[in-house]
């Protein structure tokens, strides 16, 4: 069977490099992008857009036979910081979406669903360095309790309907072609753009709040690579521990000053603080690169380099 492609939730972060990848892979036609509402023209541009609220599944299930899809990437999402403030709209849109493509791959209209869980999972009780694939698992925001739960749901669909459903816990990620989108890493991406800007950054956590972080370039050959692996590969099926570096605020200044001398950095840490506290310091993902060959390419440096290099012409 021939694969055809749909994104949910593609005008995100992820899903606008996932789709254009993709793309390259399969051809423009055979990657069916979509979002609530049309937000990146480029994704209409480049190939087949469907406006769909994830949490409709007539919607959904009207895309799939419509366009005969057989892999369905859920991205959509409320995230860490914004979910904070809408905890159940969080809870609605990141559950409902997750039951409505596992519904669609357990009576046999789909084939293979990529959903993303996050670091968010842990929690304070959690061992935060090298933080193992099987640990305490307590989360205490609205975001980690949703992408708990979706684990649990991965991992029954499969072991009781057979659901080939893959998943990776994303550490914090930065991208210079998409704006910060409600995570509390974030100031990971908007601290290159207000290097460049204003050669200065507030930042909204402490300096020394050390966080898996990793570049975009890395998690979509992460998650090309999950998706690409013989099925009796995939060893787990809530969700993969998956890591790159990990670095701090005062580490990622450092970086940038290397290339701005000038640029200054100031700290006045809000809500997001309290949840970064909960989080791992550093992941053990030696269960990724064992079962499916995971292996990470960019250092802190090589970021700020691509970073810095690439955002430049906006400033």
């Known amino acids: 069977m021939k694969k055809r492609i749909l994104i ?9 490099e996932l789709a254009s990848r993709l793309r390259k892979i399969y051809g423009k036609e055979k990657v069916v992008t979509s979002d609530i509402r049309e937000q990146d023209k480029s994704l209409k541009k480049e190939g087949p857009f469907e406006v769909i609220d994830a949490t409709d599944y007539k919607a959904i299930e009207n895309v799939v036979i419509n366009y005969e899809i057989t892999d369905v990437y859920l991205l959509a999402a409320i995230l ?18 997750l039951f409505n493509v596992l519904n669609l791959a357990k009576e046999g ?23 193992p694939q099987k640990t305490i698992m307590e989360p205490s ?44 890493t974030d100031y990971a991406v908007d601290i290159y753009h207000k290097a460049l800007k204003h050669k200065k950054y507030i930042c909204f956590l402490k300096e020394k709040t050390t966080l898996p972080m990793m570049y975009i370039d890395d998690a979509i050959e992460a998650t090309l690579k999950l998706m690409k692996a013989p099925k009796d590969s995939i060893k787990i099926r809530n969700s993969y521990n998956l890591a790159s570096i990990s670095f701090n605020p005062k580490e990622i200044a450092n970086s940038i000053i290397k ?3 000038e640029f200054e950095i100031s700290y006045k840490p809000d809500f997001r603080q309290a949840i970064a506290e909960t989080w791992p310091q550093s992941i053990d993902d030696s269960e990724a690169r064992k079962d499916w060959g995971w292996e990470h390419k960019y250092s802190l440096d090589d970021i700020t380099m691509d970073m810095l290099k690439n955002l430049a012409s906006m400033y």
């Not at 979910?83 to 979406?97: G, H, I, T, V, Y």
């Not at 990529?114 to 304070?124: D, L, N, Q, Y």
């Not at 990776?168 to 995570?183: C, N």
């Open 109 to 131: 209209k789909i084939n293979k669903v990529f959903w993303p869980s996050s670091i968010a999972v842990f929690g304070k009780t959690t061992p935060s360095i090298d933080t």
């Open 8 to 16: 949910l939730g593609a005008s995100g972060q992820i899903g606008t």
């Open 141 to 184: 925001s609205a975001y980690g309790i949703s992408k708990q739960a979706g684990e649990r749901w991965c991992e029954y669909y499969h072991k009781r309907y057979g659901v080939d459903v893959r998943s990776i816990r994303y550490p914090g990620l930065i991208s210079y072609k998409t704006q910060p989108g409600g995570g509390t």
């Open 80 to 97: 860490s910081a914004t979910a904070e403030k809408f905890p159940l709209r969080a809870w609605d849109l990141n559950m409902n979406s």
């Open 259 to 261: 290339h701005i001398p």
